[in-house]
């Protein structure tokens, strides 16, 4: 197994770790309804560039954000 892969028996994240053996892209959008309030979306789409174990199919992960920011 290469390093960074998740082996424990025990978790049911499975799939990597983080590690540098990713391809992702972010998708960002942001609208301000008021000067002090602005709303965010981000929207992360990650693959593995070398899938392990081989043959594996199931490798991507997608990630969705949202945030609301109020200035006072």
Do not use: C, I
């Not at 424990?8 to 309804?33: E, V």
């Not at 789409?45 to 997608?62: I, N």
């Amino acid at each position: 197994m290469p390093p960074g892969w998740n082996t424990d028996p025990a978790s049911t994240a499975g799939g990597h770790g983080g590690g540098t053996n990713l391809r992702a892209h972010a998708l960002r959008l942001g609208y301000s309804l008021r000067d002090y309030l602005l709303f965010t979306t981000n929207l992360f789409l990650g693959d593995l560039l070398r899938k392990y174990p081989a043959g594996a199919t199931d490798t991507a992960s997608t990630r969705l954000q949202l945030e609301t920011t109020v200035r006072f």
